[in-house]
């Protein structure tokens, strides 16, 4: 199956892309650490996306159409995967629909306060990788799965949240509509904060039995 998942930043759109890359046995294609890989590496990419992410606004989408286009090239895409955090504009949709069949929007929908509460407390392992929140950390400030120390990404700041929140209204939202038009669009309210209830709910619209 090829999933989008659609939201605003914090849904938990990279934490349940995370269960189900494992469940279902296929990649998690996130465009936000493809781009933030490609900054730590210091590669030509990464200088082109940097400001832009520390800013809290889109990459420009011919940069982030070629290297979606040539990472679903390879060979581990060939029984699907999860888009997380692509396409964000209608530029991209329209581009994506030229190189990929999509069969199915998940739509992650939750309150402004839900998402500055995750953003706030968002925590993540810049040697493993994971994503955590401080509230299931017990007042620890290392990874769970690793020891290393755990730091907040530097547009996780509540003025850059503030302009990505603004970005999605205002050039992602539409894509709702442009995917309901196309009869693809499951709905998911997840303001809850229990993952596995959330993640229960991601299931169900994709028709996975639990
Ligand atoms: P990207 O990394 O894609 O950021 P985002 O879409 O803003 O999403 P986030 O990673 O912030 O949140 P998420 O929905 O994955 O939530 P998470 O699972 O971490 O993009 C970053 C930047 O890259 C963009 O701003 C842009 O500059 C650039 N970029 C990327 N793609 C681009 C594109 N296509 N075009 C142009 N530019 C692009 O969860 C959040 C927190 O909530 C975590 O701490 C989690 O533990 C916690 N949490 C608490 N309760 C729950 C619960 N019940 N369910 C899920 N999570 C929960």
Redesign the pocket.
Known sequence: MNIIFL???????????QRLMQELSIPQI????I??AAIREGTPTGLK?KA??EK??????AV?IDIVKERLQQADCANGYIL??????VA?AEALGTFAKIDAVVN?ILSDDAIIR??S???VCPKCGN???I??LNGSTVCPVCGEELVQ?K??LPETVEN?LK??AEQTAPLISYYQARGLVRDIV?D????D??HALVRQSLGLED
Do not use: M, W
């Open positions: 939201g605003p930043p914090g849904a938990g759109k990279g934490t349940h892309a996130s465009t936000g650490e781009l933030r996306a832009c992410i809290g606004e889109l990459v420009p989408d982030v997380d955090g692509f396409p964000r504009t991209q992650f995750r953003l407390g968002r925590r994503t955590t929140h509230s299931a990404r547009d996780d990505r970005v999605y997840c809850g904060h229990i993952v209830e959330n």
